[in-house]
């Protein structure tokens, strides 16, 4: 062995094995705080295996040592903390330089972790310990709790940790054909698909092409996997319409084949409309006693390990195995350098080739029809030390023990699964074959398509048939047609893989089904004895497939043992549903780059510079006031005041805009609105209310005639996309003429306000007249204010004499300035959404979906003088008739304190009638004009007159007494704002 | 060009709602159509031109653009001299290099050539008129387009690449023409895609709500950080046109 | 994420879509009762199987209708609203009509 061979570890073995190493670029880590050095290309876990180091993690319920099971990331055995990341796959995630590692689930250390003594009390721990524990002694959860909290669960999180936010992001990616599965079958079908002329993604979740191939033993030389691979690769890529992602995980299947693909921080939104699965098989475990001890592993992982990092996965192996694959390992083994001390093999009689020949050749004891009926360990379970072994004498039965073999390797090799995740997702049929003992896809849903051993297909040659089948299947159905007509292979090799009861109780128990859940045979019958009977109800009970493998090694043991159990047929049994994700995503993964759109006025960095604090109103920003927060009361009454001695200017931009134009335009409106527009004067404006088809009130606001045939429409700034969305689909069914435009961004919009509003107006309006006459309350205009061209409405929301301008957005901030420097002289100053609030109040005027709700009509809201009742039609005309008649169970007043001294209210303070909750405050405010509380409130219909007295229940419970009065409030004759 | 004194947007009445963000950047402005568009980024003007080749993004918010729509609509514009063909959601190139974007049967939005003279826009806006004639001859109505979209255009060969960051539609190069047009959610916002390339560089106008501009700007260029995109100005964009 | 084809701009991911309701006939509100009325309003017929439904592209706020299998939710088919809503609709002749 040479110095570099051993610098990477004293179980590495030289090239060339070790595929996936760069021997060149050694990278040092710690573990557990013990300095290790591995190669480029290293997992963590084949790192440490080449140092000797098996112990990985320690499970979950018992605290049992655990190892590498699979090298391939489909088993929890291998999760551990890397820095602040907890649950990292040790055999997938890739070492790098200073990497800081621990191990999961233990008190003190790994190696000698005191929770390891909750297996002295397993008794104590029954299956279904939470449903028997917590049902009927709800109490004892204080007691349980703590125990619990500090036992269970993975990983470890520093909630007092500077959390950093990686950069993650997703991407759209499109074909016409996906191969997930790089694999023989994958790289079958790819091939195939492209050259029937589609355009082919190929999704692979190892970071080389080729999968068993590149690790798997297919003949008695052991080159045939890798020269297939590395001919298959080659093609591939010089395919010009084949995309390879390789390190990239295929997580799910979704309607309409959507595909998420995660590779490294970015996940990926594959679209495709045929897609193959060539996901492989899970190999499973052999059940016995001591099944999960370290260096205990599938014939997979340690081909995996020898083939793909170079590593020697023990001295002195035995292999227990049902299978060709085992022989191929033995042979993989000796090759290696690593003594195999006997092949176990649970077949009575195997069939004979040149691989069993080859290792009978090689003098290595073949036991026949005998199982492990035990493993042993040395020093406290950290690692297997030997095997017993015992003649099978029915199914799962086995005689007294014949021999002991000592070991530090135990490969079990006794049968697979299908990796049929993505194919359950996409709703696939999966049903039991009673001739190769496995569960295989009978029905497959339309533009999907299986191949490979997913497919119940395992001889080489026939799953490469079978994929290319599969693509040139696929490529068919997305639309392409090249070549010839290719057929499914008639025979599939899928006999003599897998054993149908590698299963095998010990009268001292500790044989696990599920290794992420310390679940054992017993638990599993004491389960179904609990009448847990079913294997989705067994699943939920026992939590058997619930870890984060997701039963990829238990689901089909369970299925199995429910089966023997309850006498039901397994031909008529499936494992249970799985769902996405197939591995666990990250929130980083789902949640990518936050897109968060927000809108702005285009006077908004206006605001900010004269000290707005902005306040959001849907996805726009408005000024709440312009100053300190500190002195916000303040600065509301100031801006209030201002606006009723003097002049104030608000930005009004995200109020809604819609232009109604055509011949109907005036008929649409009347339908829409509650009120009529039929006969409004050209150069007039006029309330809109609108209400759905229950009668209840949706949306208000003014109604501007341009043009016999035009009105501009305004509507409340979080409800005109809903509005224009009704009006659009109404008139879908109406088929009236008339056409109707969203052009909310497209004006900005100020309100100038206040007595002094004319006068500055007047110095940049040159074009109307501004006079009472010319320009009464409640017209509108068409005009240029500084040049700008622009539409101008006489509107009194806050009471005084004003007017709304609107002009094209990109002027927006222009008119601002505008407008600012012409009211220098008169003191003019912006008001925000707060001043204008109690601006409005004051008149009392309603803010839709504040002062009404989602069960507000337009009779409660006191409005019956906006309900046209002469026209033949509106959206809610009818219920409307309905509630008039059935009268009223509240109704909107305004009122003011009876006892001054009272605290103000506040939205949604209740209403009282005796005990009875009758109604809420809407909205109140001390107001400055009046110097005293006014608000609105929804009381009982009896207590509505002015004059009459309603109880409010204010903070701490007390009661306060308002008193109704008539509104406005403010300036009840509206002189002002007809000024 | 030098000789003329600079530009300053807030010194013209129409302005980009993105004007503090582009002179953040660096930009140099020209006053076109009453506001000032950025007309190049820093002095390196052949840089900026690879950049505009792979991965840039220009304001052309202040550049003439309109729009009509109501029944009536196109055979009243062909009328006005305009070709327009039967297709929906695909653009028509006019003699003078505007673009005739048909987003619905009685629906376009017509954005100017980047010589942003406005001549065939403004012609239009003016002509069109209220008709006296009883019953009223159906001709459609204008649309604010000028100021309802802000108006971007992405260019580069990284833009299909880029745009997958940001919107679910295949705009490959193979899958997405020249002329086609993409009404969809860009950035989780409304928006409009159209392709028109500028001479062999693939290039795509975008427009989408105005008042998500000062948001929309850095989103994209966010997209475009690994392919090395940012701003262009508009002499890069004419360069390219040829 | 399921694909809906829009008759106006063709397949798009169904997030760039509303629901709008059952397509349903409105009673003529001169005429029919108040419960009927009011079983327009609140009652929805909640079908397992083909039903037609108003769906609308947000970007294009274009309204359609779909016809969708509510038990598989296949999409069977979608067309413009014109297909079923293909006359004007007038209230006040109706009224009149009755008279």
């Known amino acids: 062995m040479t110095a570099s061979n051993q610098m990477g570890g004293i179980n590495r073995l030289p090239a060339p094995r070790g595929l996936l190493i760069d021997r060149s670029k050694q990278i040092t880590f710690t573990f557990e705080g013990h300095s290790f050095t591995g190669y480029a290309g290293d997992t963590v876990a084949s790192a440490l295996a080449a140092n000797d180091a098996w112990m990985i993690s320690r499970s979950f319920k018992y605290h049992r040592p655990r190892g590498v099971l699979t090298m391939i990331g489909q088993d929890a055995n291998t999760l551990v903390q890397i820095g602040d990341e907890p649950n990292c796959l040790a055999d997938k995630r890739a070492i790098e330089p200073d990497m800081a590692i621990e191990g999961q689930n233990y008190i003190g250390t790994l190696e000698a972790d005191r929770g390891r003594m909750v297996e002295l009390v397993k008794k104590f721990l029954p299956v279904g310990f939470y449903y028997k524990t917590f049902h009927e002694k709800r109490d004892s959860w204080r007691f349980w709790e703590p125990i619990v909290r500090a036992m269970a669960g993975l990983g470890k999180i520093d909630l007092k940790a500077d959390f950093h936010h990686s950069y993650y992001d997703k991407k759209y990616l499109f074909a016409d054909v996906a191969v997930i599965g790089g694999g023989p079958a994958g790289l079958a079908a790819a091939l195939q698909a492209a050259e029937t002329g589609a355009e082919v993604i190929l999704v692979e979740e190892s970071p080389q092409l080729g999968g068993s191939l590149n690790y798997a033993r297919f003949d008695e030389t052991g080159d045939g996997g890798s020269r297939t691979s590395g001919e298959l690769a080659s093609r591939v890529r010089l395919q010009p319409n084949i995309t390879v992602m390789t390190n990239a995980i295929c997580s799910g299947w979704f309607a309409d084949n959507w595909l998420p693909v995660i590779q490294g921080n970015r996940f990926h939104k594959l679209r495709v409309k045929a897609v193959v699965l060539a996901t492989g098989s899970i190999e499973q475990p052999a059940v016995f006693r001591n099944n999960d001890l370290p260096g205990i592993m599938m014939g997979s992982a340690a081909q995996r390990l020898i083939h793909l990092y170079g590593v020697r996965p023990g001295k002195r192996a035995v292999i227990l195995t049902a299978n060709r694959d085992g022989y191929g390992q033995a042979l993989d083994l000796l090759e290696a350098g690593i003594e195999v001390a006997a092949v176990i093999d649970l077949r009575p009689t195997p069939p004979q080739d040149t691989m069993t020949k080859a290792v009978q050749r090689a003098g290595i004891e073949i036991r026949t029809g005998h199982a492990i009926a035990e493993a042993m360990h040395i020093g406290q379970k950290k690692h297997v030390s030997g095997v017993s072994v015992a003649p099978i004498i029915g199914e799962g039965e086995l005689g007294k023990a014949v021999a002991e073999y000592a070991c530090d390797t135990v490969l079990m090799s006794v049968g697979y699964s299908p990796a049929g995740q993505l194919l359950h997702h996409a709703g696939t049929k999966f049903g039991y074959d009673t001739r190769s003992h496995m569960f295989k896809p009978e029905a497959v849903p339309a533009h999907v398509f299986a191949a490979g051993s997913v497919n119940n297909t395992f001889d080489l040659s026939a799953v490469l048939a079978d994929g290319r089948y599969a693509g040139w299947a696929a490529a068919k159905d997305a639309g392409f047609e090249r070549g010839s007509e290719l057929a499914p292979p008639v025979e599939r090799g899928a006999e003599e893989q897998t054993h149908p009861w590698p299963i095998f109780p010990h009268a001292k128990g500790m044989e696990f089904v599920d290794f992420d859940e310390d679940l054992k045979i017993e638990d599993l019958i004491n389960g179904i004895h609990d009448g847990y009977d079913s294997v989705e109800l067994l699943k939920r009970y026992s939590t058997v497939g619930m870890g984060p493998s997701q039963g990829k090694h238990s689901a089909v043991a369970a299925v199995r043992i429910v089966s023997r159990e309850t006498g039901m047929d397994l031909r008529n049994m499936s494992v249970t549903t799985q769902r996405p994700p197939y591995t666990p995503e990250k929130f980083g993964h789902l949640a990518g780059r936050i897109f968060d759109p927000e809108r702005r006025t285009a006077m908004h960095h206006r605001h900010l510079e004269l000290g707005a604090q902005m306040m959001p109103a849907g996805l726009w920003w408005r000024p709440g006031y312009y100053g300190a927060k500190a002195d916000r009361d303040q600065i509301i009454r100031d801006e209030v005041n201002n606006v009723r001695n003097n002049v104030g200017l608000i930005d009004v931009s995200t109020l809604g805009g819609l232009d109604v134009r055509g011949p109907d335009a005036a008929e649409f409106l009347n339908r829409m609105y509650t009120f009529t527009y039929t006969k409004l004067q050209v150069g007039r404006s006029r309330y809109l209310l609108m209400t759905d088809q229950t009668g209840v009130i949706t949306d208000d606001g003014v109604a501007c005639r341009f043009h016999d045939e035009h009105f501009y429409v305004t509507a409340t700034t979080s409800g005109v996309d809903g509005v224009y969305r009704q009006m659009l689909q109404w008139n879908a069914q109406w088929r009236l003429d008339v056409d109707v435009a969203n052009v909310t961004a497209a004006y900005a919009g100020v309100n100038i306000a206040g007595p002094k509003s004319r006068e500055v107006l007047a110095r940049v309006c040159h074009d109307i007249d501004l006079s009472p006459e010319g320009f009464p309350y409640l017209g509108v205009r068409m005009g240029t204010v500084a040049g700008i061209p622009a539409r101008l409405m006489r509107v009194g929301f806050v009471g005084e004499l004003g007017y709304e301008i609107h002009v094209p957005a990109s002027y927006g901030e222009a008119l601002w300035d505008a407008l600012m420097a012409a009211g220098g002289l008169n003191g003019i100053r912006p008001f925000g959404v707060e001043a204008q609030r109690v601006l409005r109040l004051e008149k009392g005027h309603i803010i839709v979906s504040q002062d009404t709700d989602g069960l507000t009509n337009a009779y409660e809201a006191d409005m019956p003088w906006a309900v046209a009742k002469s026209k033949p039609f509106h959206v809610g005309g009818r219920s409307a008739e309905i509630q008039l008649k059935n009268g009223l169970t509240r109704k909107l007043v305004g009122f003011t304190l009876k006892n001054a001294d009272d605290p103000c209210p506040e939205e949604c303070h209740l209403v009282l009638k005796g005990s009875a909750i009758v109604g809420r405050v809407t909205s109140a405010v001390h107001s400055p004009s009046l110097k005293k509380v006014v608000g609105l409130a929804y009381v009982h219909p009896d207590d509505a007159q002015p004059g009459s007295t309603f109880d409010i229940k204010v903070h701490g419970g007390r009661i306060i007494q308002g008193t109704v009065v008539p509104i406005p409030f403010f300036d009840p004759e509206n002189k002002r704002q007809e000024m | 060009m030098n000789a003329l004194p600079k530009t300053v947007p807030n010194g013209l009445q129409r302005r980009s709602f993105l004007y503090r963000q582009l002179q953040q950047a660096g930009a140099e402005f020209a006053e076109v159509n009453g506001g000032a568009v950025a007309i190049r980024y820093g002095n390196n003007e052949a840089v900026e031109l690879d950049r505009a080749k792979a991965m840039g993004i220009a304001d052309l918010s202040v550049l003439p653009r309109t729009g009509f729509k109501g029944t009536g609509t196109v055979e009243w514009l062909q009328t006005q001299g305009l070709t327009i063909g039967q297709e929906s959601n695909v653009a028509y190139r006019q003699s003078g290099g505007e673009w005739a974007a048909r987003l619905a049967p009685t629906e376009i939005f017509l954005v100017d050539s980047l010589a942003g003279s406005g001549q065939l826009i403004d012609r239009l806006n003016q002509s069109w008129a209220w008709g006296s004639e009883k019953p009223r001859k159906a001709i459609g109505y204008p649309t604010p387009r000028q100021d309802s979209h802000a108006w971007f255009m992405v260019t580069g060969q990284h833009a299909p690449d880029m745009f997958a960051k940001i919107c679910g539609i295949d705009f490959r190069l193979h899958k997405f023409a020249v002329g086609q047009i993409a009404q969809t959610s860009i950035a989780k916002m409304s928006g409009i895609i159209i392709r028109t390339d500028l001479g062999t560089t693939p290039a795509y106008h975008l427009l989408a709500d105005i008042a998500s501009a000062d948001y929309l700007w850095p989103a994209v260029q966010d997209a475009m950080k690994e392919f090395n995109g940012g701003p262009v100005g508009l002499n890069a964009l004419r360069r390219l046109e040829g | ?99």
């Open chain 3, 1 to 99: 994420m399921k694909i809906m084809n829009c008759p106006l701009n063709g397949p798009r991911n169904i997030s760039e879509f509303v629901w709008g309701g059952e397509v349903s006939i409105m009673p003529d509100p001169k005429s029919v009762s108040d419960l009927e009325w009011g079983e327009y309003c609140f009652i929805e017929n909640n079908t397992a199987g083909v039903v037609r439904e108003w769906w609308c592209h947000v970007p294009t706020s274009y309204w359609f209708i779909a016809e969708r299998n509510t038990v598989t939710d296949e999409i069977v088919r979608t067309y413009p609203a014109g297909e079923i809503f293909n006359k004007r609709v007038e209230f006040a002749k109706q009224s009149e009509d009755k008279k």
